[in-house]
């Protein structure tokens, strides 16, 4: 549920002991959590970032970081969407839409509201809620759209 910014701007002295502690640019919320297997796995694909950011999305010290970071995730949005193409996925695929995909898995697994709250670095449900309640409309759109090609 980690936002794009956020993953952006993780700095290497963020990851100790098997903990990835890092604050929300969005709501200054701190938040730690296991680094995993799987996030070294990522990690491991690519060379080591010569700055003091954990992954290569900002990849100098110098110049507009938060600009640098905005085009890296632009061009990974343009191209999940080729690959949404190419597969028949007729929903845009953005890292954003990782970050709903990540809410909505915790959600049909049955996930307090609360844990997905500070997984996603909400600073209130009622923030979560309407993040979830959007996703609850498509599952809806679904379910409608099964039941009207039974009748």
């Known amino acids: 549920g980690m936002s794009f910014i956020d993953m952006a701007y993780l700095r290497k002295t963020d990851l100790e002991n098997g903990h990835m502690t890092y604050r929300r640019r969005k709501t200054g919320?701190?938040?730690t959590i296991e680094w995993t297997?799987?996030?070294?796995m990522i990690l491991d694909k690519y060379p080591e970032n010569p700055t003091r950011y954990l992954l290569p999305i900002i990849t100098k010290?110098?110049?507009n970081q938060r600009r640098h970071a905005r085009n890296v995730n632009e061009s990974?949005?343009?191209h999940l969407k080729k690959v949404a193409e190419k597969v028949g996925v007729l929903s845009p695929l953005t890292m954003y839409c990782a970050r709903h995909s990540w809410a909505s898995a915790a959600?049909?697994?049955g996930i307090p509201l609360s844990v997905i709250s500070e997984g996603m670095g909400h600073d209130s449900e009622a923030t979560t809620q309407i993040y979830l309640a959007s996703l609850e409309t498509s599952v809806v759109d679904k379910a409608n759209a099964l039941i009207l090609k039974s009748l």
């Open 76 to 78: 990974i949005n343009h």
């Open 61 to 63: 010290e110098e110049g």
């Open 29 to 31: 919320q701190q938040l």
């Open 107 to 109: 959600k049909a697994k």
């Open 37 to 40: 297997k799987e996030m070294q």
